[in-house]
Nanobody, 123 residues
Framework: QVQLVESGGGLVQAGDSLRLSCATS???????MGWFRQAPGTERAFVAA????????LYADSVKGRFTISRDNAKNTAYLQMNSLKPEDTGVYFC?????????????????WGQGTQVTVSS
């Protein structure tokens, strides 16, 4: 069992940056890690994912070039650096861990989830 705790969310203006962190209770190196977000009235959507080694990363088209996912296995922590934030980036951001073989995009494939952290971007 892995417990995930997100932090770093907040209220920012368009164009600002935020860095989200996902601290885990287990050995993060065993899992691919992902970030998802959910705006009110919408389904949880894929944002970014990173393989257990950090060698492979995937991004949603809407965040490519602005967001960077990374991980520090020694600290059992994953990160999401978000630059040039837009109002449409607003939502609750969730960290998730996937014990599968390859990096995947669907939230249904992820095994463990954090409680989420709110990100609000004002125009």
């Amino acid at each position: 069992q892995v417990q995930l705790v997100e932090s770093g969310g907040g209220l920012v203006q368009a164009g600002d940056s935020l860095r989200l962190s996902c601290a885990t209770s287990g050995r993060i190196r065993m899992y691919h890690m992902g970030w998802f977000r959910q705006a009110p009235g919408t389904e949880r959507a894929f944002v970014a994912a990173i393989s257990w080694s950090g060698a492979a990363t995937l991004y949603a088209d809407s965040v490519k070039g602005r967001f960077t996912i990374s991980r520090d296995n020694a600290k059992n922590t994953a990160y999401l650096q978000m630059n040039s934030l837009k109002p449409e980036d607003t939502g609750v951001y969730f960290c998730a861990a996937d014990a599968g073989i390859t990096v995947r995009l669907s939230p249904n494939e992820f095994d463990y989830w954090g409680q989420g952290t709110q990100v609000t971007v004002s125009s």
